[in-house]
């Protein structure tokens, strides 16, 4: 029996180390769809004290894995992009929402919006994968 969204994704996150690090808690999945949360930490900060562009990068890549693997089948990113639109200092709570955009048989393409608590946008993440023909098992 193929496992579903959810698992994949709780499968994905147990061997997801900086992810684990982070603090990602993940929210809800669903196929081709994820939201995830986590603190900004002060260790996270650069040299302005606000947050590194680096850790924004990977919690949305890490929005874009999971929903990009939830469909079953592993996928891979192939392209991606951030364009970051305000700063995030220590204490704030952010959230990414991965929504798939478009699919085919072997791409398939997510928009990943980056917001903070006050659900201001901080950043927009664009990703490309490539679905392989291996499938979650």
Same mark, same amino acid.
């Given at each position: 029996?193929?496992?579903?969204?959810?698992?994949?994704?709780?499968?994905?996150?147990?061997?997801?180390? %900086? =992810?684990?690090?982070?603090?990602?808690?993940?929210?809800?999945?669903?196929?081709?769809?994820?939201?995830? /949360?986590? *603190?900004?930490?002060?260790?996270? /900060?650069?040299?302005?004290?606000?947050?590194? &562009? &680096?850790? /924004?990068? @990977?919690? $949305?890549? @890490?929005?874009?894995? %999971?929903?990009?693997? *939830?469909?079953?089948?592993?996928?891979? *990113?192939?392209? =991606? =992009?951030?364009?970051?639109?305000? *700063?995030?200092?220590?204490?704030?709570?952010?959230? $990414?929402?991965?929504?798939?955009?478009?699919? @085919?048989?072997?791409? $398939?393409?997510?928009?990943?919006?980056?917001?903070?608590?006050?659900?201001?946008?901080?950043?927009? %993440?664009? &990703? /490309?994968?490539?679905?392989? =023909?291996?499938?979650?098992?």
């Amino acid at each position: 029996m193929p496992k579903s969204a959810a698992e994949i994704v709780q499968e994905m996150y147990d061997h997801d180390l %900086f =992810s684990q690090w982070m603090g990602i808690k993940i929210i809800d999945v669903k196929e081709g769809y994820c939201r995830i /949360t986590m *603190s900004v930490r002060e260790e996270m /900060t650069n040299g302005f004290k606000i947050l590194h &562009g &680096g850790v /924004t990068y @990977s919690f $949305a890549d @890490s929005a874009f894995a %999971f929903a990009s693997n *939830s469909r079953g089948r592993h996928a891979v *990113s192939i392209e =991606s =992009s951030i364009s970051h639109t305000q *700063s995030v200092r220590p204490g704030d709570i952010l959230y $990414a929402e991965a929504i798939e955009k478009q699919l @085919s048989h072997k791409l $398939a393409i997510y928009y990943i919006a980056v917001t903070n608590e006050k659900e201001e946008e901080i950043a927009l %993440f664009r &990703g /490309t994968v490539y679905r392989k =023909s291996k499938e979650w098992d």
